[in-house]
């Protein structure tokens, strides 16, 4: 079946670095759309960047320039390099599976239904 376990969450301070991973298993890695989420507390969960299965990557207004996502299909990972981190990035980070190779537009209904358990982010000012 598959699984998505997020790791590298961590506290820091404003303006620092951060990568995190999600490993996959279960699936053919290089097929799938999949994306980063997160969610703050008393938020609605939000999508933070996705990267198709052609390498293709969007992202939140809020993080473009600070934030990137990557893959490496041969480890079957999915990364979140993460700079200038601000004290509003602090949240549950998640990463997800979308069901086809090209991801869905934001919002989406009954996009990404497979789901790690998320890792926390903590960004101190």
Known sequence: QVQLVESGGDSVQAGGSLRLSCAASGYPFSMFCMGWFR????????????????GTSTYADDVKGRFTISRDNAKNTLYLQMSSLKSEDTAVYYCARDLGGYCPQPGLHNAFPYWGQGTQVTVSS
């Open 39 to 54: 969610q703050a507390p008393g938020k609605k969960r939000e999508e933070v960047a996705t990267i198709d299965a052609y």
